[in-house]
């Protein structure tokens, strides 16, 4: 078993990250890892698109910034825009995020309709809660509503109970 040294929280053996508040978890030596696989890409307001996996990490080339669902394995790239707003879609809502995680039960892990946005601004990646109703929290701290906090290749989201890690290209 591991401990998270942050909330004391125990793990199987070969965790990298505590599953209830998603910091880093101290690996020993010899701990292997398994690579993530990837999807094919997602477009901003459509459901995951399964298919086969793609022999690269990031299947859509100028996508500086991808998701892994950690519940699923899943990577969706994020590309074309310099602003990403996250969150679910529901019937009647007037607007919509530019990318929906309602096929990755985003509601049952309470996820806000416009939960957060992902920027770039000057070759730094920023994450902001949109007032989102569960929080959000990057490597396990809970950041401020409506103020940008910078995140790094390899971070985890926790968007109320679901769980997202940055991947940076160039990192």
């Known amino acids: 078993m591991i ?10 053996l070969g965790a990298m990250f505590c599953s209830e508040c998603g ?6 030596a010899g701990v292997t890892t398994h690579a993530i696989r990837a999807t094919s890409p997602l477009r901003f307001n459509e459901t995951s698109i399964k298919g086969p996996p ?25 590309a074309g825009q310099e602003e990403i707003t996250f969150g679910r879609v529901s019937d009647g809502q007037p607007v919509a995020p530019d990318l929906d995680l309602t096929p990755y039960k985003a ?4 996820v806000s309709r416009l939960h957060a946005s992902i920027r770039i601004i000057e070759n730094q990646v920023l994450i902001t809660d949109l007032g989102s109703a569960n929080g959000t929290r990057v490597n396990g701290v ?20 679901f769980k997202i890690q940055i991947l940076l290209r160039d990192h």
């Open 107 to 110: 509601y049952e892990a309470g």
């Open 54 to 78: 793609l022999p690269v990490a990031f299947p859509v080339p100028d996508a500086l910034i991808s998701l892994n669902i950690l519940s699923t394995g899943d990577v969706l790239p994020l």
């Open 23 to 28: 910091a880093q978890l101290i690996i020993a």
């Open 142 to 161: 809970q950041i401020t509503p409506h103020i940008p906090y910078p995140v790094k290749h390899g971070d985890i989201l926790t968007l109320g109970k």
């Open 3 to 12: 401990i998270c040294q942050n909330c004391l929280h125990r793990e199987m």
